[in-house]
Each structure stands twice: as structure tokens, then as C-alpha cells.
């Protein structure tokens, strides 16, 4: 009699040659069939396995980490099904599965793809999710600066646990705490100390990957071009990321920090305009950057803009005062201002919380804000003009409740190739200029908040890179351009490619068509092989 594994592989293949004779068997009956036959180790279906129609706990675990719900709208086609592994064995199986019945695949790790590509599908239905979030350990070896954060683990997470076995180890990642690190990482990942240390990618040592044929592999196995690829290259298109190693990096015991606000009434215009001059060559120590919105003004009564800054600085205050004086006096920074504290401590604060949250809010995965939202993003290489900023404020106030977040860049940044890695936008960038349109009524206003951020960044065209316009692909923003349904084109494909990797679009072309001839992992905005014009096997 044979093993039981040989007995599901039997099962399975009198399934697959029934399926083509009748509809009796679904397509998620199949996939279950077919993982617990590839699988090493048993599945719990129970709670691993969701569907509309068999599982109430569906619509909660589709909706548990997506962001935008723009994308959660009744209009926007739902997965067929939701896979949540539980190891990697797991994982392996999936893509095997996924690759032998032809099932589009979609991987979230933290849910918060800007335009909600890693849990729904606007160019090929029907789809299922692999959810990471279960694959999610951390382990820290302070001894060695590395640690191992697997894919479904979020940076408020890392920043935590690295913090319970040192104060004055950090890692150089994103500023929100629920991002996951499996996607975040891919993009390259920008925060509060990427002067000073550069990318979260930029601090990857070694990965584990799923490829398109189940395989895992470490650095050494995929070779240099894949892992060159995956660190800043785009989630969603080289395979399925398990975990990332990465360096550790030294930060003080004591950090400060400081939140400044100055409206149109109070030279927030004069000061704005400094700040573009100051913040990209300032000491790397110093991370400065400012949040803009539309308020109410406290002695004119009418609508104005607040800029906020908002900043870290490894070492003291009095050491902060001192820099300040020198080199941005303009702000008016005092002792009254600053607060130091840990760098743990610092990491609510640089998101926003009050500056009495305890870490331990860094461990809850779920402490974003869910809105409707459209975002654009522009990377800044001139100074925009004091007298330009006024014309700049009117178009802003033209929406209900907008947003701008300027992002300095400098420091280790500038000293980075742009071809080191897949992530291009270093040397010569001065900051990084999102734009947000957020609201809360659905589909009510979308149309007019939509309209806005794309008319406000049209008008920011002469301020922004040219040649290409740059675009960050952690911030995906489908208005630059999608891949078919029948198939991704090299040539459709680089208008938005060029924006995200500038001449880097190239390689990465040529890697995925070395690691993924077939288009397995495709999306939206995936990698195309460098001379596939029409594949989706």
C-alpha cells in the first residue's frame, strides 16, 4: 500500500483528469487538493483556507490589512479565494498549484499597495490572495548586527523586537509601523534615516524566495541578478519573498525630536523655501520633513496651510539647538520645542502619535487609518521659487482635505549609485513630494477628489524631475500606465518603468526574463520579460 502523500498525489491527478469531463469540482476544491498533494506538511484548512461562500470569516481577513479602501468598494472584483499559509512548505505549494490550474496569484504582505494591487485584480479575474501575515517571526542576533524578519511581519514589529534585545540597535526602514516588510523591502523602503544609512534595502544582506517553479532559495542559490532585483525592483515580480536578512545599524541611546508648525500668516513661505536648501545637505544626523495641510486660520477665520515639521536627531537637544542655529535659524527651534527621548520611543512620535505613546502600540498591527485616497509622488532635483509657492498653495486649497509630504533626501543618498540597486533616485534628488487626496464618503466624491490630485500634479510638472519624471514604486500610481490582460509588452510596460527605475527597467527586464520566462508573477505593474509581447501561461 503506498504512503499517504502518494495517495493524495493519486487523488489529486484523478481530480485534474475528472475536472475536464465535469464543473462538479471548484476551482478552490481543486487548489485544496492539489496543496495538501505538494505540501510536506498538513494544512489546517479550518483556519488557513477562506472563500465567499464557505467561510464567514472571508470579507474580515480579505479587509484585515488593505489600506485604500477605494479598493474595497462593492464595485471592485473580490478573490476568488484567500490562502494563508502557515510555513513556508506552504508557500512552495501555492505557487506549484498555482502555476499546474493556471490561477492568477496575488501576495499581500501588509496590504498597503497604494493602489491595492496585492488583493485585487482590476486585469485578470478570477484570482486568489496568498496573505503572509501568519509568516511573520523575527529573530535577532545583536551580536552579528543581523537579524532574519520574515515577509508578513510589519516595521513596527522589527523596530520593537529588535529594541527588547538592544536600545541602540535600530534598522533604516519606513516611518508607518503596520507597513510589511515583505513588500516594503522590494520597493526599497525610505524612512526617517535613509540620510544616514540609506534604503531598507540598501541594508539587505541575504533573502528567501519562492520562484516560479516552488523552489526556496537564499542569495547564493538565486545568484546576484535576482538578488539584486528583488531589493528595490517592485514587489509581485520575481516570486514570492519568505524573509530577509538584514543589517542592523547603531543609533544613540538618546535621540530628539520635534514637531514645529507655521501657517501663510507666520512665513511659512520663507521658511518652506529655506528648508529645501537646508534639510537634503544639513548634518545626515538630522532627518527634517514637513507635512502640509489646509486649516482653519486662528485669526483670520478663513482656510490656510499649516506646514509641519517634523524631525529626529541622533544626539542631544543641546546638540540639535546648536546645529539648528547654524544652519536653519529660520525655523526658530527652542529648547522648549525639543523632547529627547529613545530612538524606540521616537517612532510613534515620527508617525504621529502623541509623544506620550508607549512602543508597545508599535507590536499592534492594525494601527493605520483606513481612507478612500489617491496618491502621486514626485521626486525634486531644483528648488522651487519662494514667489512660486503662493500660485502652488491656491491649487492646494482647491480640495476638501489635502495633504503634502516633503521627504529630504542628501546625505547617504547622494553617495549611493543609482544603479547599486534596482531604486534609482539618489544623487541630485533634494526631497520627495507626495500628494494626497484622502475622504469618507466612497464613491460619493471620488470622482472630485481623483480629479484634484491629478490636476495638482500636472501643475507641479515644472518643479518636478524630468527625463524621466520620476515615480517611486512603493507608491504604485496606475494613472502612469498598466500592464493587458492578454499579456505584458517591454514597450507598454516602460512607461511607467522608466519613471520607477529609470535605465535599471532594463536589467530588471532581462533578470525576469531569466527567473520567470513563463510571466507567472504578474500584475498590474509587473516586470515584463525583456521579449514576451503576449504570455499569461
Not at 489635502?402 to 541630485?428: A, D, F
Request: net charge positive; proline share 5%; aromatic share 12%.
Amino acid at each position: 500500500m503506498g504512503s499517504p502523500r502518494s495517495l493524495l498525489l493519486l487523488t489529486y491527478a484523478f481530480a485534474l483528469i475528472s475536472v475536464s469531463t465535469t464543473s462538479s469540482i471548484s476551482t478552490p476544491e481543486l487548489f485544496t487538493q492539489c496543496l495538501e498533494a505538494n505540501s510536506q506538511n498538513p494544512i489546517p484548512f479550518s483556519t488557513t483556507f477562506f472563500t465567499p461562500k464557505n467561510n464567514a470569516s472571508f470579507t474580515s481577513v480579505l479587509e484585515s490589512t488593505a489600506q485604500n479602501l477605494r479598493y474595497l468598494l462593492p464595485s471592485m472584483t473580490k478573490p476568488e479565494f484567500i490562502f494563508t499559509p502557515l510555513e513556508y512548505s506552504h508557500v512552495q505549494a501555492a505557487v506549484i498549484c498555482a502555476k499546474k490550474l493556471k490561477i492568477h496569484m496575488r501576495v499581500r504582505s501588509g496590504g498597503h499597495d497604494y493602489e491595492g494591487l496585492s488583493f485585487v485584480s482590476l486585469i485578470e479575474k478570477p484570482f486568489m490572495i496568498i496573505d503572509l501575515a501568519k509568516i511573520r517571526a523575527i529573530e535577532v542576533d545583536i551580536a552579528h548586527n543581523t537579524a532574519w524578519i520574515e515577509a508578513g511581519a510589519t516595521l513596527g514589529e522589527v523596530y520593537y523586537r529588535i529594541s527588547e534585545k538592544s536600545p541602540v540597535h535600530a534598522y533604516p526602514a519606513g516611518v508607518c509601523p503596520s507597513v510589511g516588510v515583505g513588500g516594503h523591502i522590494t520597493g526599497g523602503g525610505y524612512g526617517s534615516l535613509h540620510r544616514k544609512y540609506g534604503l531598507a534595502a540598501d541594508n539587505v544582506i541575504n533573502a528567501r524566495i519562492v520562484d516560479a517553479n516552488g523552489k526556496i532559495l537564499d542569495r547564493e542559490a538565486m545568484g546576484e541578478d535576482l538578488f539584486w532585483a528583488i531589493r528595490g525592483g517592485g514587489g509581485g515580480s520575481f516570486g514570492i519573498i519568505l524573509s530577509w536578512q538584514i543589517k542592523l545599524v547603531q543609533v544613540p541611546p538618546i535621540v530628539t525630536v520635534f514637531t514645529i508648525s507655521r501657517t501663510l500668516e507666520q512665513d511659512a513661505n520663507k521658511i518652506l523655501h529655506k528648508w529645501q536648501q537646508v534639510a537634503p545637505n544639513i548634518d545626515e544626523d538630522l532627518f527634517i520633513m514637513v507635512q502640509m495641510r489646509v486649516v482653519n486660520s486662528s485669526t483670520q477665520g478663513k482656510r490656510t496651510v499649516q506646514t509641519s515639521y517634523v524631525a529626529r536627531f541622533l544626539g542631544t537637544a543641546d546638540s540639535l539647538l546648536q546645529l539648528m542655529g547654524e544652519k536653519f535659524p529660520e525655523l526658530g527651534l527652542t529648547k522648549k520645542d525639543c523632547l529627547e527621548t529613545t530612538w524606540i520611543k521616537s517612532v510613534p512620535y515620527i508617525y504621529g502619535f502623541p509623544n506620550t505613546t508607549s512602543p508597545e502600540i508599535l507590536i499592534q498591527r492594525t494601527i493605520s487609518d483606513k481612507v478612500y485616497m489617491k496618491n502621486k509622488v514626485d521626486y525634486m532635483r531644483q528648488v522651487i521659487p519662494e514667489n512660486a509657492l503662493n500660485s502652488i498653495w491656491k491649487r492646494f486649497m482647491q480640495d476638501d482635505a489635502p495633504i503634502m509630504v516633503w521627504v529630504p533626501y542628501g546625505g547617504m543618498m547622494s553617495r549611493i549609485s543609482e544603479s547599486t540597486l534596482p531604486y534609482p533616485h539618489r544623487k541630485g534628488v533634494l526631497f520627495k513630494s507626495q500628494y494626497i487626496a484622502r475622504w469618507d464618503d466612497g464613491e460619493k466624491s471620488m470622482k472630485k477628489h481623483m480629479n484634484w490630485v491629478r490636476r495638482f500634479y500636472d501643475f507641479m510638472t515644472p518643479y518636478a524631475s524630468r527625463f524621466p519624471r520620476e515615480a517611486y514604486v512603493n507608491y504604485r500610481d496606475l494613472d502612469l500606465g498598466m500592464n493587458q490582460f492578454n499579456g505584458t509588452s517591454f514597450l507598454r510596460s516602460s512607461a511607467w518603468g522608466f519613471k520607477y527605475f529609470k535605465d535599471n527597467f532594463i536589467r530588471l527586464a532581462m533578470v525576469k526574463s531569466k527567473v520567470d520566462p513563463s510571466n507567472l508573477f504578474r500584475h498590474e505593474q509587473s516586470i515584463p520579460p525583456l521579449l514576451l509581447e503576449s504570455n499569461t501561461d
